[in-house]
């Protein structure tokens, strides 16, 4: 306000320049943010189903999450972690059977209709519940949805849910999607709707031309005021990594994320001028370099070998040489930037390969004539660049304790089916994803009674009835200091019998034309709304 | 002999002997200077070439010897093409022999079989194999011969067809050879010496096919072949070019070397047929 009333004169001079040079459009707001313009992103897949509310998955996120907002979005400053979208106000009950939603008045869909609870309850029941790879979990008890007026949701579950468990999985799993447009069809997973979204969000999908963009365009009656601040952004799919460098060198892209730049290329580029690299912005997504195990293998079902293993890996020397210092080296299976949760009081295991090979001799596996004690079938996830060269790091770290990895190398559909569904593997390396609460995609990696097929769950035939149980009570402990402790007890469990071993986790790099500003301003950027992120001309 | 003093005439041929003579013991002696796997992490990561007397041509992302790399993938790139080859021309030559010896309804059967496998790319067919059986040397191997073999099978015929009318193999048959014997030890060894002079353009192909099977992810993940090298080396093709380049030029000598020596021993050949 100050800033406008001083800068009158200003005013009129940008005015004279709008004026002078109509190709300047909002001239007049450059100097509280920069207005208009089109933000060009590189992609770098192009997903089959871009529905968030069935597939809460970062790649459908990245695109989708500008257009289908969810309830409450993750942030650095806001009480617990989040700050409202839309829903304004949220309240568990102290018996964890019910949780109040306030919806945002006045918010409408990209069609005209009005946004109301029974949009909330219809999402929340037919598609989060029974469609979405991660609601089925956390709403697995959700009974009801009650609408006592058009901006009240409440949600009733049939056993205790935690509160805490709600609140933090707010971001990831609650994309709200329209009751009209989806009410009344057989197989919502298989709706033409799903790519042709219509939500509540900043910016409306326009146009898809598959292998080539994706064109968003502004959503002029968004809520949120004055936003959102771009007029278009356009997703150009690049599936070569190292196609973005080039191509934000270029100019000719504003914007790469999710490490899309690989990170032997960031020194070079941080070096180009008006080019800016964020390594913020991805602390609600962290992403775990855990080696999965199969209990089935005798050897691997004896812990002193899965000791010894773990002793093996040289840890610094996966954050500095595979990831060059862009990561964090793991205690176990919860990250350290989930400090509500997170404790280090946990068993670890040092580099030490001395220690290993003693294990290993301790455990009756002794080296034979030709140095080796027994071998192994190694399967490297091939997602990143980073999964497959810590295969190769890993298998010369057995290599040194007498343990002969053979590497299989997979697309992603066959290392998905040779680990998930088939069993085919000694170790696997798996790229996991800690999504806010260890209830949301984290207990699943070592609880048993998955069945076979579902991907980043325990198919490693691994089954403790005492981790179990813990695992189940706190899925019901509604206090939220004694479910914490819980997860703190469920940590160390998980340290002392390796039923998998975390090796490093990492964030990702965003890197931005410098013009870009409000870049990396929350925990979840890339796959928030972007209504603030604005473009310089 | 003569052959040897003809062969050794050409400018070529020398020039493709030298290099093949040296690829050749850059392969053997691999072992002797890098008995370790060369895979195995060796020192500081991305070290550039010459800086080092411990790693003169430098090391790569993960700290791998990138001399030791390209000795012992030396080894697999030749390995692999002279063994596809071999099984391709044993195969081609049986093949086409008893095609062109036979005649008739099995010739045609045969011939049409060659047809279809020179319809598919030979490269695409590798791919394919691969994906399918899913990627070991002897896969590797078999991938690249089953592209290869048509070539073989089809000169053999053609020579055979020539071959069997001349009178030698008519006398053989009025003494009462059977006729499998005929083919084997009279018609095929006459019939081999283009054959062979084929071979040689089926290992430069070989090589370049198992390069470019690896430099896709599908060869062997547990040796080291200049194809994953360059593959590898792609992905720091900014920062770090000489992890892609040197494994590129050793590729780029051994197909050369290949293709010379192949020429000296076309040109032999025709000048003894000629004198023939």
Known sequence: MVQISLSRRALLHSSALVMASAALPRYGFAQAVAKGGRLIVAADSEPRNLNPAIVASNGVFFISSKVIEPLAEASFEGKDGLEPRLATNWEGSSDGLSVTFRLREGVVWHDGTPFTSADVAFSALEVWKKQQNLGRLVFANLQAVDTPDDHTAVFRFSRPTPFQLIRNSLPVVTSVVARHVFEGMDDIAASPANNQLIGTGPFKLAEHKPGEYYRLERNDAYWGEDKPYLDEIVYRVLPDRAAAAGALEAGEIQLAAFSQVPLADLERISKVEGLKVYSKGYEALTYQLAVEINHRRKELADLKVRQAIAHAIDKDFVVKTIFLGYAQSSTGIIPQNAPEFYTSDVPAYPFDPARANALLDEAGYTKGADGKRFSLKLLPAPYFGETRQFGDYLRQALAVIGIDARIVNNDSAAHQKAVYTDHDFDLAVAPTVFRGDPAISTTILVRSGTPAGVPFSNQGGYANTQLDALIDKANETVNVAARTELFRQFQRMVAEDLPLINVAEWGFITVASAKVSNVSNNPRWAVSNWADTALES | ?276
């Open chain 2, 1 to 276: 002999m003569t052959l040897l003093i003809r062969f050794l005439r050409s400018p070529e041929g020398v020039a493709g002997l030298v290099l093949l003579g040296l690829l050749i013991s850059v392969a053997l002696l691999a072992s002797v200077f890098f008995p370790r796997d060369p895979l195995s992490i060796a020192g500081p990561a991305l070290l550039p070439p010459f800086q080092d007397r411990a790693f003169p041509l430098g090391t790569d992302r993960l700290g791998r010897d990138v001399l030791a790399g390209l000795m012992h993938g030396a080894r697999a790139s030749l390995a692999v093409g002279i063994a596809a080859t071999l099984v391709a021309m044993v195969v081609g030559a049986l093949v086409g022999t008893i095609a062109g010896f036979a005649g008739g309804i099995v010739d045609e059967a045969l011939m049409r079989i060659v047809d279809a496998f020179q319809i598919v790319p030979g490269f695409l067919l590798a791919l394919a194999f691969v994906s399918v059986v899913g990627a070991s040397l002897l896969v590797v191997i078999l991938a690249i011969a089953l592209g290869a073999w048509t070539g073989p099978a089809r000169l053999a015929r053609a020579e055979v067809l020539s071959i069997r009318e001349r009178d030698y193999v008519a006398a053989a048959r009025v003494i009462g050879m059977h006729p499998l014997e005929i083919a084997i030890r009279e018609v095929l060894p006459n019939a081999l010496p283009p054959v062979l002079a084929l071979g040689s353009v089926i290992v430069a192909g070989a090589v370049l096919t198992e390069a470019a099977l690896s430099f896709l992810g599908l060869g062997d993940p547990n040796l080291v072949t200049w194809g994953s090298m360059i593959a590898e080396g792609r992905n720091v093709l900014r920062t770090a070019p000489f992890l892609s380049i040197i494994p590129g030029i050793g590729l780029v000598l051994t197909v050369l070397g290949i293709y010379l020596f192949s020429e000296g021993l076309g040109e032999a050949l025709a000048r003894r047929r000629i004198r023939a």
